[in-house]
């Protein structure tokens, strides 16, 4: 019985990691720029002598989806997206590259060209991006940052940078704890490519909210399974000492 109550206890709480992980990507189903988790139950065979009689439940999450969202028009200069298998380059808040899609861009007081989330937005030579005070700022398709100066006498457009554009592979990317995308270890650096940007644009969350409902409903349901499972563990338990105390 103790076997049998070890596998079910084992089943429920792997189906909870995985709702956790549904639940994640359905909450950020309106979080621009989101790649949602994959999520996968795989059995590990109990190891040891005699029969593999038992197998558990193991969640495990083997990928994240780096299929692009929709664009979605806001008319905003700072607001950019990327097309094709495009990625734009952000210092993530441990000092390392990261990449990202889409970015909502806005400057600071000291110059910084940030994100949404305060993330410096990195040049084609990787080093944050600093904005002298402007008039005017325009991002070009190819990533080029054009700017009026404050105390310019004229409305001409001064090119000031340009931004990191790359191309990755998604077997090259990898998504992690924190949130952010970034090359795996054994992956070759990236380089400098001709990326189409669009800008007064950006891109939704991949999430498929009606597939992520269902799936919600789906491990619910196995959850009550294992429970059930427990409870006839219990039932069964009962009924053996019922036995065994009529001798």
Known sequence: MDRMLYI???GAKEVMLSQAN???NLANANTDGFKQDFNIFRAQHVQGPGWESRAYSLDERPATDFAPGALKVTG???DIATKQDGYIGIQAPDGEEALVRTASMQILENGDLVDVKGNQILNEGGAPINVPPVKNITIGDDGTISIVPADSPSNQLVILDRIR???A???DLQKGLDGFIRLKPDAEALEQQDVVV???ALESSNVNTAEALVNMIELTRKYELQVK???TTKSHAQKSDSILSLR
């Open 165 to 167: 554009l790359v191309k």
């Open 198 to 200: 669009v800008s007064g």
């Open 169 to 171: 592979e998604p077997s």
């Open 229 to 231: 499972m427990m409870n």
């Open 8 to 10: 079910a206890m084992s």
């Open 76 to 78: 905003r200069s700072l």
């Open 22 to 24: 549904n639940a994640n």
